[in-house]
């Protein structure tokens, strides 16, 4: 496969772009180990305190000319544009990272928190998800306003505290802003980032990515089972592993819910005319007569079927002894739902419950969403999103689509109807897939001094110049 960086066009541009100062400045926010965990009293917050302090003295034009407020431990920066009648938009992204699984750290080939520039890269948790969208926006912001633009339309940029966790900074965020009276044009969060070959969506030969509209809803059901424990050579009734064990199988075994939902139509839609493989040159043709045989077909491919389904992961179980000749007391385990659109928790907890014949087991979620609501397409916000995509990387088709993770975009919908989920800084999905939360995470030189273009160019064309879209 080629390297990303033959996707690139129009490098030249932004000339005077501060390109090594860009870097630096990236590679010192990764040196900030910002990780807000679940129980935020186990935060150490003095790395977000630093990361604060980084970005005041970085970026001197904006802190200047826009106005920088702590919401909690989230930062809310906005630029003041001067015409009232323009609903602003907000740039967002979120200052945490997920921790480096522990054991791991002599993996990497550089230190996971070092920020490391070598071999062409910025290397450390954080490059992909996402301080390099974080520090993006605000290299660009700060391009503009340091060249002497002023703003029309009045910008936001917004980041997050705790997004790997629990989204308590977005939606504070958020609710100021409504306690406000603000209503935004468009939301921009992170988004996948991918380029993919079309070949499983019957296009070979057409390389894609997706422009987030919703995302799926979230659930992480917790099941309990209770036992007084004893020794292993008199298990009578059975153990508290063993009905949980059955207990997961039993939701696990659930039939899939499995459909063509309207946002994954308008994927297809979208693909149609680059579609050249059968059987989808055919299905495509007519999308309402045969979304139910393309729902099977995408619920065959291993890309597709979070598209088209509620998908079920078990994921945790934890109570049980170390010993091997102790019967377990007390047992849970986490099953993680991502629902489609149409699905509800509400319904999933409905049919997990009739599926659990053991009625000594308890069900509870810890945390759970619906899905979210979906971006509108026809306004300015989609189409200055793509045209500034495409106008950088021009041989990549960009088409609506499904996040099937959870982003923090979801928070501001009470106050937006388009909140749009991309990333600009493109890689190959098999560099994203396995970097991301993973082990030698990196973002190229290259690749993160085009997503600043991308992201100029947007700021410029949405907030600098609207009169001109």
């Known amino acids: 496969m080629r390297e990303i960086e033959a996707l690139f066009a129009r490098e030249e541009e932004f000339g005077d772009l501060d390109a090594a100062g860009a870097v630096e400045r990236l590679s010192r926010a990764i040196q900030y180990p910002t990780i807000n965990w679940a129980d935020h009293s186990r935060t150490d917050f003095a790395p977000f305190e630093g990361l604060l302090a980084h970005i005041r003295a970085s970026y001197p034009t904006l802190m200047e000319r826009g106005k920088l407020e702590r919401i909690g431990h989230g930062v809310l920066i906005t630029i003041p544009g001067r015409d009232p009648v323009l609903r602003p938009c907000l740039y967002m992204s979120h200052q945490d990272v997920v921790p480096v699984v522990e054991g791991t750290e002599g993996d990497w080939t550089h230190p996971p928190f070092s920020g490391a520039v070598a071999d062409g890269y910025i290397w450390g948790r954080g490059a992909l998800d996402i301080k390099q969208q974080v520090f993006g926006l605000l290299e660009a912001a700060e391009y503009l306003l340091r060249r002497g633009a002023t703003f029309a339309r009045t910008a936001y940029l917004a980041f997050g505290d705790d997004e790997e966790t629990l989204n308590l900074g977005a939606r504070a965020i958020a609710r100021e802003l409504e306690r406000r009276g603000v209503t935004l044009e468009f939301v921009l969060d992170e988004g996948s980032g991918k380029v993919e070959p079309g070949d499983a969506l019957g296009a070979p030969g057409v390389l894609i990515s997706p422009i987030g509209l919703m995302e799926k809803g979230y659930a992480d059901l917790e099941l309990s089972v ?13 153990t508290s592993l063993g009905r949980l064990a059955r207990a997961i199988a039993q939701i696990a075994d659930l039939p899939p819910r499995r459909g063509l939902t309207p946002v994954v139509e308008g994927t297809f839609r979208a693909v149609a005319p680059h579609v050249t493989r059968e059987p989808l040159k055919t299905l495509v043709a007519d999308l309402e007569g045969n979304r139910e045989e393309i729902a099977r077909l995408c619920a065959g491919e291993r890309r597709m079927f979070p598209w088209v389904t509620t998908t079920v992961a078990p994921t945790v179980i934890r109570g049980s002894s170390s010993a091997c000749n102790v019967l377990p007391q007390d047992m849970q385990a986490v099953i993680n739902f991502r629902l489609m659109e149409g699905d509800s928790t509400e319904a999933v907890l409905d049919r997990c419950r009739r599926a659990v014949s053991d009625p000594g087991v ?32 021009p041989e990549v088709v960009f088409v609506p689509g499904l996040s099937v993770t959870a982003t923090d975009a979801r928070r501001y919908e009470g106050i937006c109807d388009t909140c749009l989920r991309c990333s600009p800084f493109l890689n190959w999905a098999e560099e994203v897939d ?17 997503g600043i273009r991308v992201l100029i160019h947007l700021m410029e064309r949405a907030n600098v110049r609207p009169d001109r879209v």
């Open 226 to 238: 209770r036992s007084g424990g004893g020794h292993s050579s008199c298990p009578f009734g059975g």
């Open 362 to 393: 308890e069900l509870r979620f810890l945390q759970s969403n619906d899905p979210s609501a979906t971006a509108r397409t026809d306004g300015p916000g989609y189409r200055l999103l793509t045209e500034s995509m495409g106008r950088y990387y």
């Open 434 to 450: 396995a970097r991301v939360h993973g082990t030698d995470e990196r973002i190229s030189l290259r690749g993160y001094l085009q």
